[in-house]
């Protein structure tokens, strides 16, 4: 099987045979959750409820007028119990609403089924909005934005790639979800005025992509395209790279080169906002490691706090492990189990301390090249570590630390223990600062 790949990346062990032929079900309905009111890039998002209320299923319970937005809803019927700050996934806390679930039926009930044939292009994006869907890879970019460019867009490029060790959330729904995958994507090339769809997916998940070619068969202007198994295959400007040759010049916007690119999952969601009307209030998640009692794929509630995941799935937690929310390359690792579930987590984690990054000493970079060989985005990542340490930013902005797509592999792949993508993670926030007072200024 001919398979597409980009220049630079590198081939890291997998390890999902864990649960890549565990069938999706759901995860028992929490006793509590805990829903941050941001959970996407952009303006968070203000409480609409406060603590005494009465919540439904799919009930919008926060909401933002910026356009760079997702509202958020109640994933379960029950009194909201507070709104207030608690600890966040990502680090620190957030401010969220912590309801207390009422009753045993916690599935939405959508009150009509739509015809997306029979909707206008500003009543889909409407209907994705209100929906509040975000990038559910791990970008968790609002999904309305996304697909409402102001270029001509020809391509919708679709990943199921999965790239990252240990997920297989992806490569369940590309099995058991086709039929809403290919809807859902029918939908978003509406919504972009796309002709063509590509399905980007790792030639390790044969089965998919057997059943998805078999499907597209009589699907004019659709295709899967099979893709090397290499780390970040799944990210947007190698993804584009690989199956459009297309190279992102430094900066670009993805739809500049005419293309958008959407997550399966998010896809998926978009076909059940649309027809069903139905908010993004779950998703598929892998729960995996080799402690894990009960791995697998679960259909979980957003704002699940942690522990009730590692309770439900019978996890070992041995001193030393990492519990790890998102992928292992590009997720938070948690300082602690009380956070719920946030939109865009693709995983819930526990590495031993045998798999884990040890908390070693690490030494000054000793010019190996390795991460400059190995950075998907040409950039040098030894470089760019020691600026970020001293926090030179003048010189973090002329060697482009702002086309950092936050991979990871530099550090997977340092000698030296460098903790590289940390220090260039954490001095983001200032350089994207710097960046609109210069474009306001």
């Given at each position: ?22 069938p999706?079900e ?20 203000e ?25 958020i ?7 909201v119990?507070d ?18 679930t ?40 609002p ?35 086709a ?10 090339m509406?919504?972009?005025g ?13 089965d ?11 699907e ?38 005419g ?13 059940e ?24 794929n ?5 704002g ?20 790890v ?73 002329k ?10 592999i530099c ?31």
């Amino acid at each position: 099987m001919e398979a597409k790949t980009f220049k630079g990346g590198a081939h890291i062990p997998h390890y999902k045979s864990w649960t890549e032929d565990k069938p999706i079900e759901k995860l028992a309905i929490p006793p509590e959750v805990i829903i941050p009111l941001s959970q996407h890039i952009g303006a968070p998002n203000e409480p609409l409820v406060k603590k005494g209320d009465t919540v439904k299923v799919g009930q919008k319970i926060g909401d933002s007028e910026e356009y760079i937005s997702a509202p958020i809803h109640s994933s379960v019927n029950g009194i909201v119990e507070d709104v207030d700050y608690y600890p966040y996934y990502a680090g620190g806390e957030a401010l969220s609403v912590r309801i207390k679930t009422q009753g045993e039926d916690h599935d939405f009930q959508p009150s009509e089924e739509r015809n997306p044939e029979e909707m206008s292009v500003e009543e889909l994006q409407k209907a994705i909005r209100e929906a509040g869907l975000v990038g559910m890879g791990g970008a968790a970019f609002p999904t309305h934005v996304n697909i409402s460019p102001k270029t001509p867009v020809d391509s919708l490029l679709l990943n199921g790639a999965e790239c990252e060790p240990f997920l297989t959330c992806d490569h369940r729904l590309m099995l058991e979800k086709a039929d809403q995958l290919i809807a859902g994507a029918k939908i978003m090339m509406r919504c972009i005025g796309a002709e063509k769809c590509y399905i980007g997916i790792e030639v390790n998940k044969p089965d998919a992509i057997e059943k998805l070619q078999k499907m597209l068969e009589n699907e004019p202007g659709m295709q899967v395209v099979p893709l090397e198994v290499k780390y970040p295959q799944g990210y947007k400007s190698t993804l584009i790279k690989a199956i459009t040759g297309r190279d992102v010049p430094r900066g670009a916007r993805s739809a500049d080169l005419g293309c958008i690119v959407r997550n399966v999952g998010t896809t998926i969601a978009g076909y059940e906002a649309v027809v069903y009307g139905k908010p993004l209030i779950d998703r598929v998640v892998t729960v995996s490691g080799p402690n894990v009692g009960k791995p697998g794929n679960y259909i979980m509630k957003i704002g699940t706090p942690v522990s009730f995941i590692i309770d439900q799935c019978e996890v070992e937690l041995v001193e030393g492990s990492k519990v790890v929310m998102g992928g292992p390359m590009t997720g938070n690792a948690q300082s602690s189990l009380e956070p719920g579930l946030v939109k865009s987590a693709t995983g819930l984690l526990v590495i031993p301390p045998e798999m884990a990054s040890a908390d070693v000493p690490y030494t000054d970079c000793v010019r190996c090249g390795k991460c400059v060989e190995y950075c998907p985005m040409h950039l040098y990542p030894n470089q760019l570590s020691i600026y970020a340490e001293a926090e030179l930013f003048d010189m973090l902005e002329k060697w482009n630390a702002s086309d950092c797509m936050d991979c990871g592999i530099c550090s997977y792949i340092c000698p030296g223990q460098r903790p590289i993508a940390d220090f260039v993670r954490k001095v983001q926030p200032e350089l994207k600062r710097r960046s609109r007072a210069g474009k306001t200024g």
